[in-house]
């Protein structure tokens, strides 16, 4: 009961931070809006994101469809919410098949969970092994990010699968570097010295000695990262490379939509834009503002 | 030492009532409270007491670099007659510097590493003052040489990385001492300083009092030190000043419950532990935020507390003239600071063979640490370069027995704690026999047998990063139990909660995380992991050097009765002369990767004495003004263990060779030492004959030996 209560309070701890600071709570805010909308998205709106309504294409918004209609009349709403949903609550498969968590999200942390023990492992051992991983993550952070993402993606096929596969192996490299910069730091630590004359096994030592007291500036790095994922697949989605059509993808509903912005319907191609900006602003604020509320606690 | 009582000097800084707070989320916190002292001209007036006390915060208040978050909030500061609180940035900055200067802890810190060194003196001269380049440049020479520089000219067009720490201190000083400021004020100047490189700073410290009639501030927490250089105290106690009076008065007579304490606490040079028993001061100095405004702020952790205590704030009594203490039973408290009763196990006195053959624990024979330096060209890229090898320990031999302990001194860098990192398996051991338990231990730690390590934990010298910050206390000690299965599944949390009673914590430090716990503590739970797979030995790489002196007392003392309890054997590293001393039953003295004398405790410290550690022990400072102590300086900075000097390592600063020797020790410089022995097994690595070394009188006469 007592370690109980003592968890409870460490949560409490932990969240206050972000209350502590107007930038956190600005983006925590944007982002409980997002993740909000994406799991209730079926109870928000009366239609599919696939219903199409011949009669109403590219209308603005009206009482009928509050956000407007695309090209082929679907609502706007409703396929920006099912967007939102696959950004962040499921990722799809094949066909029906779907687990929990969004593409984003699990783009991310396979990401984190390779790009962790390739910096771990070349922060701990260090030598030759280092140099080895560290070169080889070099050069592929020398390949510019679209370019990267356009190969995996034409060499894959277009997926959510590929898109977090694609994810995974661009942000590795950071995820790595980071992890390796605060291993080198933390490695130096006596307890570590302590676990050694113990004798402990070296990836105790790396996965329960020296992970969590980097968990700071990792959760800050993911977060930021989690923005720049949803960033990427909207612009492969906008280039044709993200998830297949019709599905809601926001990056294709850009890119459908700006063929009509002239026509004098910018609907299609403005909200689905603000929904992207929107998402990696909040997270990116909520990152910002968690980094200095702990930086500000030492 | 000048006393200062007969002569009334012209007051230079008159602080009244100073009450410093930081602004903090919880609203303002008082860091110094009602603070009031002067100090003349050339006066040295020594601010002393634990961390977290208000010390430093004091200094900065004077010069207002309390930070964004901290303000003075009520007081006076009066310099040279000019009120200084309320001044504007602007005026200060003129003063700062021109007329206060100040020395801080870290010379790396106060130098900047970018600019040479000349540049950053002249600039001192020609900011505040009209005065042209070469003046300027000529002028920082002369301070340079003023304070015992060697090759001055040639050190203004050097980088702060290219000089050893104690000439970069000796910079700083010069720095602060060019405009021949009114005041000084040092924080700390020796504390990240070696002791023979203290001693000669702190020489210098009293040179220039003498040269310069500056009045000088100086905060430490080292009571040896404060001994030294003060001619007035105050100590502090949790932002409030708690004794003032002439460093003498003081020593001799504290007043204050606190002052009493922390002159108990350290043990004086020579003292051991079979003939003298330390005494802590129980608790922990309260957080800022909890310091009662109506009642003694030392009554919790007072002996001589009362309920009068606790009932107002006491105010200064005036126990002799200038002599005030902050006690209302200042004048009736015994006074005898300490009691140096006998530990209630007596130990033979008579000094024992340190190396008797039965019971043998640890040996090693030989034993060299080498790291390879890695050059930089392209020759030694190709593998084809000579290869160089940092030293770190060279052929050092030395055997364990059972339930004693050895204590290793040295400066740093002498290669102590890689010793022992050797020893342990921490690092690859280049070449030596290395034997524990009978079983030779080359083998780096990953390698050896589980039944093995156990045998052999270590205690780590930092408090704040010896624990694994995110795991529970309980977690923690419990790894090892787990680990090497000493007690079964069912029974792992009472034994943890077992260890934790022997180490003095409560059973609700189970659930307790690192921070919550203050640097004795956190000590104590390092200790306690140690001890969970109840090991033969147990290494302790300066465990009391990070904590406060008071703090310090209850871990020795803790680890004596640990070892009389488990009758474990122990290698205590440590840099303080006097600690290791009191707690160790042999003693090592290292220079440069080799042992340079090694015998029994009470042997080490009473002549024949190597060269080395007679220089070491005339360097330690004694917390006792009265204290004779022979002043022994070592030139010279130590030699680069990559290429160590020739023959005998010390000779390049030995002091000795050249009276003591024929041919002014050319000897020294070209072969190798011998051992000579004598008696109890005391053996020195010199050249200077045995019956030389023995005429040699005692470093310290203390009059209340």
């Known amino acids: ?298 | 030492m000048n006393k200062t009582n007969d002569i009334k000097l012209a007051t230079v800084l008159d602080v009244e009532n100073l009450t410093i707070a930081y602004e903090t989320r919880k609203g303002d916190v008082e860091a110094v409270r009602n603070a009031s002292f002067k100090v003349g001209e050339g006066e040295t007036i020594g601010l002393v007491g634990e961390s977290g006390c208000g010390k430093s915060t004091i200094a900065f208040g004077i010069v207002n670099f309390l930070g964004p978050n901290g303000k003075i909030v009520e007081g006076n500061i009066r310099f040279q007659g000019e009120e200084l609180v309320g001044r504007s940035e602007g005026e200060l900055k003129r003063l700062r510097g021109d007329r206060i200067a100040m020395v801080y802890q870290d010379p790396m810190q106060a130098l900047n590493p970018s600019v040479c060194l000349g540049d950053q003196l002249a600039e001192v001269l020609t900011f505040h003052q009209k005065i042209s380049e070469r003046d300027a440049w000529e002028r920082s020479i002369q301070m340079l040489k003023r304070v015992n520089m060697p090759d001055p000219e040639d050190l203004m067009y050097r980088y702060s990385h290219q000089i050893s720490g104690g000439q970069q201190q000796r910079v700083v000083i010069a720095m602060a001492m060019l405009n021949n400021p009114s005041l000084l004020i040092m924080d700390e100047p020796t504390t990240a300083l070696d002791v023979t490189v203290e001693a000669a700073v702190l020489d210098l410290i009293e040179e220039l009092k003498r040269d310069f009639k500056a009045a000088n501030i100086f905060i430490t927490h080292n009571l040896g030190v404060v001994a030294r250089v003060s001619d007035q105290l105050c100590v502090m106690y949790a932002g409030q000043m708690v004794e003032r009076g002439a460093v003498t008065d003081i020593f001799r007579n504290p007043r204050h419950p606190y002052t009493m304490g922390l002159l108990a606490s350290v043990p004086r040079l020579g003292e051991s532990k079979a003939e003298s028993v330390l005494h802590p001061i129980r608790g922990r100095v309260p957080p800022p935020a909890q310091r009662p405004m109506n009642k003694c702020i030392f009554a919790p952790r007072c002996d001589y507390a009362t309920d009068e205590c606790r009932k107002a704030l006491p105010g200064f009594v005036e126990v002799s003239t200038g002599h005030v203490s902050r006690c209302i039973y200042a004048k009736e408290i015994d006074s005898q600071p300490r009691t140096t009763k006998k530990r209630h196990i007596e130990k033979n006195l008579e000094p024992t063979r340190s190396e008797s053959p039965e019971g043998k624990l640890l040996s090693f024979e030989d034993l060299k640490i080498y790291y390879p330096q890695e050059s930089q060209s392209l020759v030694s890229l190709l593998g084809l370069g000579e290869k160089k090898f940092v030293k770190a320990v060279d052929d050092v031999s030395v055997r364990l027995s059972k339930g004693r302990t050895l204590g290793v001194v040295g400066e740093s860098g002498c290669g102590k704690s890689t010793l022992v990192k050797g020893i342990i398996g921490l690092e690859p051991v280049t070449a030596g026999d290395v034997e524990f338990l009978g079983i030779d231990i080359n083998q780096p730690v990953s390698e050896r047998e589980t039944n093995l390590i156990k045998e052999m934990q270590m205690v780590f010298q930092n408090p704040d990063s010896t624990l694994n910050p995110s795991y529970s206390i309980g977690k923690q000690i419990a790894r090892p139990i787990r680990r090497f299965k000493t007690v079964s599944r069912d029974q792992v949390k009472g034994e943890v909660i077992r260890l934790l009673k022997a180490v003095r914590l409560d059973e609700i430090y189970y659930d307790r995380l690192p921070r919550q716990l203050s640097g004795g503590e956190k000590q104590r739970v390092g200790i306690a992991r140690a001890l969970a797979s109840r090991p033969d030995l147990i290494i302790c790489d300066e465990p009391v050097s990070a904590l406060d002196v008071s703090v310090q007392a209850a871990v020795i003392n803790l680890l004596l009765e640990i070892q009389e309890i488990y009758g474990s054997s122990m290698i205590f590293i440590a840099h303080d002369l006097s600690v290791v001393r009191f707690f160790s039953d042999d003693i090592a003295v290292m220079y440069l990767g080799q042992i340079v004398e090694i015998g029994p405790a009470e042997a080490i410290y009473s002549p024949p004495y190597h060269p080395y550690t007679e220089a070491l022990l005339s360097a330690v400072p004694i917390p006792d003004p009265d204290a004779e102590q022979k002043q022994i300086r070592l030139g010279g900075n130590v030699p680069s263990a990559l290429n160590p000097p020739s023959g005998c390592r010390f000779h390049t600063r030995c002091p000795r060779r050249k009276e003591m020797l024929p041919n002014e020790g050319e000897i020294c410089e070209k072969e190798v030492p011998p051992w000579c022995s004598t008696e109890y097994g005391h053996r020195i690595f010199c050249h200077i004959p045995l019956e030389k070394l023995k005429t040699v009188e005692a470093v310290v006469h203390s009059p209340t030996a």
């Open chain 1, 1 to 298: 009961m007592k370690a109980r209560k003592g968890l409870l309070k460490r949560l409490w701890e932990g969240f206050s931070i972000i209350f502590a600071s107007k930038t956190a709570m600005i983006g925590l805010v944007i982002v409980i809006f997002w993740v909000f909308v994406a799991v209730f998205a079926p109870f928000l709106t009366p239609y599919t994101p696939l219903e199409q309504d011949w009669k109403a294409p590219n209308q603005g918004p009206s009482s009928a469809h509050f956000l407007g209609t695309d090209e082929l009349g679907r609502d706007l709403w409703s396929r920006l919410i099912h967007g939102a949903r696959v950004v962040l609550v499921i990722l799809p498969l094949s066909g029906d098949l779907w687990i929990p968590g969004g593409t984003a999200l699990w783009g991310v942390f396979a990401a984190l969970i390779v790009g962790m023990t390739l910096g771990l492992v070349s922060g701990y051992y260090g030598g030759w092994l280092d140099e080895v991983v560290m070169r080889l993550l070099d050069a592929m952070m020398a390949v510019p990010i679209i370019l990267l993402y356009l190969i995996i993606m034409a060499a894959l096929g277009a997926s959510a699968v590929n898109v977090v596969i694609a994810i995974t192996i661009v942000g590795t490299p950071g995820i790595a570097r980071l992890v390796r910069s605060l291993t080198l730091d933390i490695r130096t630590r006596e307890y570590i010295r302590a676990a050694e004359t113990r004798g402990e096994n070296p990836w105790y030592i790396m996965f329960v000695e020296i992970l969590p007291n980097a968990r700071g500036p990792i959760i800050v790095d993911a977060m930021l990262r989690v923005g720049y994922a949803i960033f990427a697949m909207g612009t492969l989605g906008f280039l044709g490379l993200g998830l297949p059509p019709p599905s809601p993808d926001w990056g294709s509903m850009v890119a459908k939509g700006r063929e009509f912005i002239l026509a004098g319907n910018p609907w299609a191609a403005l909200w689905p834009s603000i929904a992207i900006a929107s998402l990696v602003v909040g997270l990116n604020l909520l990152a910002d503002g968690l980094r200095e509320e702990s930086m500000r606690y030492q």
